[in-house]
């Protein structure tokens, strides 16, 4: 069983619309979460990172962590073109020293 | 401005060759990461270190090799035994989970190499 399982896509949604893409994750060892937008031909760009559970909201993104069901989830309000991307989702342990990552999720956002 | 710095962007070699990545870092962080991203695979970690001077084995790391003289630079070689090494390339650090310390432990990426060998 992979460590961090994520729906590979590709997710297609209009201008505008909400937007949610998730993981879940195998160890209840993982206290660090993180999401990274990659758009094509570049290196991933840290979007948020939460410690253990709750939410965590930055502008238009709100990314949220279900400890109890092993379940995080990043969501996008009012999304843009500018949005269309690949992203990831990362896990660590506090004291772990490999980070786990999704295979990314392909988002388009249609004008 | 702090960063990660990876040279070249695009990388042509013949196989059989010996290639080396450079991967820098300003962010005064301990811990370095190489990581393979092919299509539909996700990312994949070659080797890593926590310090100067050790570096651990990832999950594919046959046919590379790595080296950590100084705390800022992580350069990556690929060797001619890489069956496959065309792909693309990311450089990570990270402040060092296992020391203990209070800080977010999150993951910065460097812009990548595209390497390609023919």
């Known amino acids: 069983q992979k460590e961090v399982e994520q729906d590979p896509g590709p997710l297609s949604v209009p201008e505008g619309a909400i937007v949610s893409l998730n993981c879940t994750y195998s160890?209840?060892?993982?206290?660090?979460f993180m999401w990274y937008r990659q758009y094509s031909r570049k290196g991933p760009e840290l979007l948020m990172y939460?410690?253990?559970?709750g939410n965590k909201e930055d502008g238009r993104f709100t990314a949220q962590v279900d400890k109890s069901s092993k379940y995080i989830s990043l969501f996008i309000r009012d999304s843009q073109p500018s949005d269309s991307a690949t992203y990831l989702c990362a896990v660590n342990t506090s004291t772990g020293n490999q980070f786990y990552f999704g295979t990314g999720t392909s988002l388009t956002v249609i004008p | 401005d702090g960063g990660i710095t990876q040279s070249p962007k695009y990388l042509f070699r013949k196989e059989g060759q010996n290639v080396t990545l450079s991967c820098e870092q300003n962010l005064n962080h301990d811990a370095m990461y190489w990581y393979r991203q092919d299509p539909g695979q996700g990312l994949r970690l070659i080797y890593y270190?926590?310090?100067?001077?050790?570096?651990q084995k990832g999950d594919i790391a046959e046919g590379y090799s790595v080296s950590r003289e100084k705390k800022e630079s992580f350069p990556l070689t690929v060797t001619s035994a890489q069956k496959n090494p065309t792909a693309f390339y990311l450089c990570?650090?990270?402040?060092?989970?296992?020391?203990?310390?209070?800080?977010?432990?999150?993951?910065?990426f460097g812009p990548g190499t595209r390497l390609t060998v023919t």
């Open positions: 939460t410690y253990s559970s």
């Open positions: 270190s926590q310090i100067v001077n050790d570096f």
């Open positions: 160890n209840s060892a993982f206290q660090y």
């Open positions: 990570a650090s990270s402040m060092d989970p296992s020391s203990g310390g209070a800080g977010g432990y999150e993951q910065y």
